[in-house]
């Protein structure tokens, strides 16, 4: 059983950063990989960015390539997601999730956090 904490929200100007947190309880953390989705308003929940347990596999949607780097810590059972230059459409609730195995499709995840709001204004 994992419990995950989202923080790190907030609003921001387009251009600008911000850094979200997930916090997971339990000793099993490093066993799982480490997913970011996020929903916007009227839209589906979409896949953003996702890590593999030991940190060695990184992946990201087309649309935050270059621009959002995901990382984790397993001594303190943290997942990040950096996020810079930051656009008003990147505007969403996001949310971390984890899983066995690092994967876009959001249906596979067996954790979640509660979500944290990201706004970015033009």
């Known amino acids: 059983q994992v419990q995950l904490v989202d923080s790190g929200g907030g609003l921001v100007q387009a251009g600008g950063s911000l850094r979200l947190s997930c916090a997971a309880s339990g000793r099993t953390f490093s066993s799982y990989a480490m997913g970011w989705f996020r929903q916007a308003p009227g839209k589906e929940r979409e896949f953003v960015a996702a890590?593999?347990?030991?940190?060695?596999?990184?992946y990201y949607a087309d649309s935050v390539k270059g621009r959002f780097t995901i990382s984790r810590d397993n001594a303190k059972n943290t997942v990040y997601l950096q996020m810079n230059s930051l656009k008003p459409e990147d505007t969403a609730v996001y949310y971390c999730?984890?899983?066995?195995?690092?994967?876009?499709?959001?249906?596979?995840?067996?954790?979640w956090g509660q979500g944290t709001q990201v706004t970015v204004s033009s």
């Open positions: 999730a984890a899983d066995s195995v690092a994967t876009i499709s959001g249906d596979e995840y067996d954790y």
């Open positions: 890590i593999s347990w030991s940190g060695g596999g990184t």
